[in-house]
């Protein structure tokens, strides 16, 4: 492209020309609430951001209540009662999945669903006539089982109950009789929990771009691979700071449990 | 890369006692597991390196589609142009190897240099890497790169470096923690009042004799998520382009076939991944049971 023609095009853009006032120029409207339309399908950026946002906040939770469901039963009974019979294997196979590639997860589950359940979990936005749960809990089900963080999950919780078992108080639960797990709940459970939740969240994200690759599932992440293939840079730019707010506004629930758990915590 | 809790450790841990005889089975377990994958790796890219594999990676043969593992030569059988898939799995990890290792001493460096800065010289230093810290984590790594996918089309060692830097702030943060907690100890007070400079309680107190199993285990983890990393972005596309082979765009391309019971040339790859991962992984954590977990308090 000549240097007349690159000049033409940005003033029928209506862009400046060097990088820094561009980039002035894009954080100016965005704090007016102006992301600028796509460039290719010259839409508002942010209401379509807002309407797949939507979409992948469903995958994103949804698929941490299957990780936390497997997670939480063989933590707890590892911290509890050691590496057993059941323990050790699970332990093992939470490394096993936390290394399975998500895209192949997503075949085989497809696969499967294709063939002995005769469904076709390919297009989310065709189903509006019968809603078949099915389609919304396939993917899910993927996120949830393949976005590699139940290892952590698993050896973060386990470490923070056996910390908190070995404490004094638990000590003195038990010699009274009562529910150690009533005693540990806050401190080994709720608070390990939230805390793992709220720095996986970009993770889990992450891994949704790719599920939502495999499964054509119409969120950010599908979005933002279209965008980056297309090079349409106010789509993108939307898209990472709508990411970075789901982030954040996960480490601030994180922070206000925290400090309802443990009011002292307010004072720093 | 992970995080660990982290727990205050007992400095004058050294005894006569070799580690292996008091780490568990289990964690040796582990710990073999992952230097069989590291070193399965290492063996299988200098092979490829020097081009000794069994068939030509790129050499189409359409008269040997799609076979099965074991069929005329083919260890792991052929894909949908009849390349060995074998030989392809083995090229397939110069996508990553060097990259990763390029990721991870840039996190590894510059971590530990931060970290050094905030742990040793003062405050400033420290809410700038939790500012930055914060920064960083807010995004999620693939968005990011999809982001700078839009703006550069950067090369795949592009993409490693910004792995990088991402995780230069989990090790500035670990190394920080870690010397905040030594620089209470009666061992670097001795130091300092025996006139040792800095730079020699720094590089060698603190840093080779109390923070080397820390960043060997960052540097495993670092890995794990390079090697991450490079797939998912050669499967959606970005990373290493279709005729050079990537175990993440070999997935893709068996994608179709996998839909029509051909599962083969997309198992083998995401089984590589798989095994390659969690090798990574267990070394890291099973390094991290031996060395540190077992000495808290």
Known sequence: ?268 | MKRYPQYKIKVSSLSDVPFWKKAGAMNLLYVSYGIVIVITVIVSYILGAFESLPFDPQEINLGLMMTPPGSSGHILGTDFMGRDILSRLIIGIQAYFLPGLLSVAIAIIFGTWFGVLAGYWGRGFDTSITYINNLLNSFPRLVLILLMVAAFKPDIYYIMVIIGITNIPVVASLIKGKIQFLKGKFFIEAATALGLKNRVIIFKHILWHNCRSVLIIQATLGMAEAILMETSLSYLGFGVQEPIPSWGNMVQAGANYFMQGKFWPSTAPALAILFTIMGFHLLGDGLNNIFERKQKI
């Open chain 1, 1 to 268: 492209m000549s240097e007349a023609a690159t000049k033409g095009a940005h003033e029928a853009l209506v862009v400046p020309q060097a990088w820094y006032s561009q980039y002035l120029s894009w954080l100016y409207n965005m704090l007016h609430g102006n992301f600028g339309t796509s460039t290719r399908s010259g839409l508002p950026v942010l209401r379509e951001v807002i309407l797949v946002t939507i979409n992948t906040i469903y995958l994103t939770i949804g698929s941490m209540f299957v990780t936390l469901l497997l997670a939480i039963p063989i933590a707890l009974l590892s911290a509890r009662r050691g590496m057993t019979l059941f323990t050790w294997p699970a332990t093992i196979f939470t490394y096993v999945v936390s290394a399975l590639p998500v895209f192949w997860l997503g075949y085989i589950v497809i696969y499967i669903s294709m063939h002995q359940f005769g469904l076709f979990p390919l297009a989310f936005g065709a189903m509006s006539k019968k809603f078949n749960w099915i389609y919304f809990l396939l993917p899910v089900f993927v996120l949830g089982i393949g976005n590699g963080t139940i290892s952590e999950v698993v050896r973060y919780l386990r470490d923070e109950m056996e910390r908190v078992f070995a404490e004094d108080y638990i000590r003195t639960a038990r010699a009274k009789g009562a529910s150690i797990w009533k005693h540990s709940f806050k401190e080994g459970f709720l608070i390990p929990i939230t805390e793992i939740i709220a720095s996986k969240i970009s993770f889990i994200l992450g891994g949704a771009i790719v599920v939502e690759q495999v499964f054509n599932w119409p969120g950010m992440g599908r979005m933002a691979w279209q965008a980056a293939q297309d090079r349409d840079y106010p789509l993108i730019m939307a898209i990472t700071l709508m990411a970075a707010i789901i982030v954040r506004l996960g480490s601030l629930i994180q922070r206000v449990v925290h400090i309802i758990v443990n009011p002292r915590a307010s004072q720093e």
